[in-house]
């Protein structure tokens, strides 16, 4: 009986227990319920924000472009036949007017034998006819007619000097040449490709902007770039400008040119380029973290007098961590950094002021 008294007893103290602890509980609850909807004990949350400071800001377009050799062209040939020599080396440098191939010309020599003897004849036929119509002894027609056999002569044999100098193909320019697809023997024609030949010293940057940037653009403005597995920045000039924007786009295609004496720059490749539209002296700038996506625009909270107000702004360029704010704050305004997407409109905060450079 002892122990059964004994063990009620504890069950009722440790009932006890957990029931006052319950009302306790419950109490505090009511109490802080209370205080917050009386308005002003409400408890501030806790917020990180920054004094924001004029600065200067270089006002960049980030834009995707593709590199273009500075010359590049299919060598083939004008006229069909057989290569009789094949005179450089895949992936060589070749000079301007260095000869590439050489195609068999001997019908063509005969052909123009031929045409010599025919044209040696035809301008006998006329020295005579020219002579005998000083004489009188023939009349003009006959002697225009002797004329015209000679022009028609000798134009066949430039004729025929025009295809034989067209058997011997040279380099337009100078430029690295690249794998060649004929053979000593290969039968060729006008569709035939031999090589590619790519003038590399300089190579062209082509990109577009958005139209809205349009009135930006002027010729020699310098841009700088770079390109996929190289850390280093190349410089380049905008050279050529289109002169309407594309319709369909949107946007207003450019070119600039850099130099590559070094050969880094590889035709065909991809270039992220950073176009420099201005620079901004007092240029208001926040971190991306700052601003929040609402349904007619973006906002930003600010505190005052321990407050968070949200405020409508404009916003400009952005870099990896901060966007340029065009309107709705100004320099001094305590812009809320860290802890804004449960802040509501007049919300109580205690702000940590950081110091982090922008």
């Known amino acids: 009986m002892k122990l059964k008294n004994i063990v009620l007893l504890l069950l009722a103290i440790l009932l006890g227990g957990m029931i ?3 009302i306790s509980e419950n109490k505090d609850k009511s109490d802080e319920g209370g205080k917050g909807k009386g308005g002003g004990d409400k408890k501030p949350a806790k917020v990180t924000g920054m004094v924001l400071k004029p600065q200067v800001f270089s006002d960049n377009l980030s834009l995707s472009g593709s590199i273009d050799a500075n010359e590049q062209i299919e060598v083939r040939s004008e006229v069909s036949g057989v290569v009789e020599s094949i005179n450089f080396d895949e992936g060589t440098f070749v000079s301007k007017g260095q000869m590439l191939f050489k195609i068999n010309d001997i019908e063509l020599r005969a052909q ?3 045409a010599r003897t025919k044209q040696t004849l035809a301008s006998e036929n006329e020295r005579r006819a020219k ?3 000083q004489k009188e002894a023939i009349s003009q027609e006959e002697y225009d007619v002797s004329n015209a056999d000679f022009r028609s002569a000798q134009a066949q044999t430039q004729l025929i000097q025009a295809q034989i100098a067209k058997t ?5 320019f100078s430029g690295k040449i690249g794998l060649r697809s ?3 023997g290969t039968y060729v024609t006008s569709t035939t490709v031999i090589a590619n030949l790519v003038n590399t010293n300089q190579v062209k940057i082509t990109f577009s902007i958005p139209e809205k940037y349009a009135t930006k653009m002027k010729v020699n403005s310098p841009l700088s770039f770079t390109v996929a597995g190289s850390k280093e920045t190349y410089t380049a000039k905008i050279y050529a400008i289109e002169p309407q924007i594309d319709v369909t786009t949107r946007t207003l295609q450019m070119r600039a040119i850099a130099q590559n004496s070094e050969g880094k720059l590889i035709p065909g490749t991809f270039a992220n380029v950073a176009l420099p539209l201005e620079n901004i002296n007092d240029a208001l700038l926040v971190p991306t973290e700052a601003l929040i996506p609402v349904q007619n625009g973006k906002k930003i909270f600010v505190s005052i007098h321990g407050k968070a107000k949200e405020i409508m702004v404009e916003t400009g360029a952005r870099t ?9 704050l100004k320099a001094g305004d305590t812009v809320l950094t860290s802890g804004v997407m449960t802040l509501k409109d007049d919300s109580p905060v205690k702000v940590s002021i950081k110091k982090d450079k922008l």
């Open 168 to 172: 011997t193909v040279r380099a337009p």
């Open 131 to 133: 002579l005998l119509l």
């Open 320 to 328: 990896d961590k901060n966007i340029l704010i065009l309107s709705g």
């Open 20 to 22: 006052f602890y319950r």
């Open 182 to 184: 004929i053979s000593k």
């Open 112 to 114: 123009l034998s031929q």
